[in-house]
């Protein structure tokens, strides 16, 4: 690219008052490039209203009963599936891991096709109503090898939900909006494992044996109906993106792709072409961030692992006969970190911090192991278990991190929040094993890896602050004016200025004062 041609040399840089071409910029016009005017954010809060009251509360809905329809397994297995499919040994346990391997498998290839296709409102819908149907036909398994097959079957059709709407939220939301939307939508996980119990429990009590079915088969038919329900209908009201939306005017479709250009210093689009998506791959594998993001998801992941096992952790503390009553003790400690979440996800978007919020909960959840594995008092033992759900707190803190942290273009992001998510979900496949049968009611093994798991997550938290840290001075550097700019520099500008509709020079204006939140 000649340097003539973009009105900008290699060796300059644009003050408060300067010439773009021909046009000689004003502070005001300046500071208008890096911000929204007193009207588009008049227009912007409308746009926000609109985005929360219908795109959260439907992805909220849905992965409420992704959780519901994952988790509702730990709950059969107190309704009579181990007894009626004759599972033996860590054959169970199996079955919990094996979903994670289709999932595991099918996270990168989906978020690029997703992003490719552009209609995640279908493509989302789809799988919705897909895994639905499986978790609906599980109810029908009457072996090992016909629940691991329908396991497996349902991680493959859930995997293009949940990082495919971590990047659909990060085409509407700013950096500053993610964590405390990501955490809202990540509460619907909790959620489910506050009201999934209670489901079970009411299921339990009232229609075991009904038409001959157990408990275990109502609770998967009636979940998985509702869920496919679902789907058909996030298929004809979630919006695709701001473009595509028809209930935005012009002025707040622009608004929205303007906000989010402002929010990266860079226009949100790819380069042309269907090898964007393969580039995209390319470059997630490439950033460092990419990897120690995906480490510290593992650890969390892994280390969160005690929900699968949750009713029964429960049941090995108080050692009720009474199922009912075990599924019931396992929905407060989920009731009080929803509430928690929430509040610290907002705190942290206001202040402007992700490490701090990240790193908190890492003794915390220490703690709560260490009082599980050594203390004799049921009261405590029930305490340790609110302590531990503080691995939950660190979640929607990750996610905005990641966002945050692999901000453009979008081939990237797409790539680089699917391979975090699978790799992170990769523990789930080896961490059930860990809760071996005579190590209960301590389960020592297990608490001791949860502990391992949750340090290293908190070293690549400290990691990564350091690396933010590093690109923020590089930003600081190519803000000076002896800089010389790349021909990587100059097509990203490029790509701005084609956007906002302005020329090379003054789209680096837009650059001016961006920095990683940290």
């Avoid at 049941?315 to 970190?337: C, G, Q, R, W």
């Avoid at 906002?500 to 940290?518: N, P, S």
């Amino acid at each position: 690219m000649d340097p003539e041609k973009t009105g900008i040399g290699h060796h300059e840089a644009l003050n408060d008052d300067d010439v773009v071409g021909e046009k000689k910029i004003t502070h005001e016009e300046a500071e208008h490039l890096r911000a929204l005017s007193p009207e588009e954010k008049l227009i912007e809060k409308k746009l926000k209203k609109k985005i929360d009251a219908l795109i959260m509360p439907t992805v909220v809905v849905v992965y409420l009963m992704n959780y519901i329809d994952r988790n509702n397994y730990a709950a059969a297995r107190l309704q009579g599936l181990v007894e009626d499919l004759n599972l033996e040994g860590n054959q169970y346990q199996t079955g919990l891991s094996i979903l994670f391997v289709g999932y595991v498998l099918m996270q990168v290839p989906s978020n690029a096709v997703m992003n490719y296709v552009g209609r995640p409102s279908i493509y989302i819908g789809f799988f919705t109503a897909a895994w639905g149907l499986v978790s609906l036909l599980t109810s029908q398994t009457t072996d090992f090898g016909s629940i691991v097959a329908c396991r497996f079957i349902l991680g493959i059709v859930e995997a293009p939900f949940f990082a495919g709407v971590l990047f659909y939220l990060s085409k509407w939301y700013t950096k500053s909006e993610l964590n405390l939307r990501m955490s809202i939508f990540y509460s619907a996980s909790l959620m489910s494992g506050a009201f999934g119990p209670l489901i079970a429990a009411g299921i339990l009590s009232g229609m075991d044996g009904a038409r001959g079915l157990g408990a275990w088969q109502w609770l998967y038919i009636i979940e998985g109906a509702i869920t496919i329900l679902i789907g058909l209908i996030v298929m004809v009201v979630l919006p695709d993106f701001p473009d595509t939306w028809k209930s935005l005017s012009p002025e707040e479709k622009h608004v929205a792709n303007r906000r989010l250009a402002l929010d990266a210093a860079e226009a949100d689009v790819d380069e042309p072409g269907g090898m964007s998506q393969l580039r995209g791959i390319k470059l997630a594998f490439l950033d460092p961030k990419t990897w120690v993001l995906a480490i510290a998801y593992h650890g969390i992941t892994g280390a969160a692992g005690f929900q699968n096992f949750f009713p029964t952790l429960a049941k090995e503390t108080f050692n009720y006969d009474s199922n009912v009553i075990n599924l019931l003790l396992a929905a407060p400690p989920y009731v009080f970190i929803i509430f928690w979440s929430l509040g610290h996800s907002l705190l942290s978007d206001r202040v402007g911090n992700r490490f701090w919020f990240f790193l908190y909960p890492v003794p915390i959840v220490l703690v709560g192991c260490f009082i599980f594995m050594f203390a004799h008092n049921n009261g405590a033992r029930y305490f340790s278990l609110f302590l531990m759900m503080f691995i939950f707190a660190m979640n929607g803190t990750t996610y905005a991190w990641i966002a945050n942290a692999i901000p453009r273009p979008p081939a990237k992001r797409a790539a680089a929040l699917a391979f975090i998510n699978s790799f992170g979900n990769a523990a789930s496949i080896w961490t059930p094993f860990t809760y071996f049968t005579w190590s209960s009611p301590y389960f020592h093994p297990a608490m001791g890896i949860i502990i391992g798991l949750t340090a290293i997550a908190g070293i690549c938290g400290i990691i990564l602050r350091f690396l933010l840290e590093r690109d923020n001075k590089r930003l600081a550097r190519l803000e000076n004016e002896s800089v010389e700019l790349s021909e990587a520099d100059l097509k990203k500008l490029q790509k701005t200025a084609d956007m906002e509709g302005i020329d090379i020079a003054t789209a680096r204006q837009l650059q001016k004062g961006y920095r990683f939140m940290i």
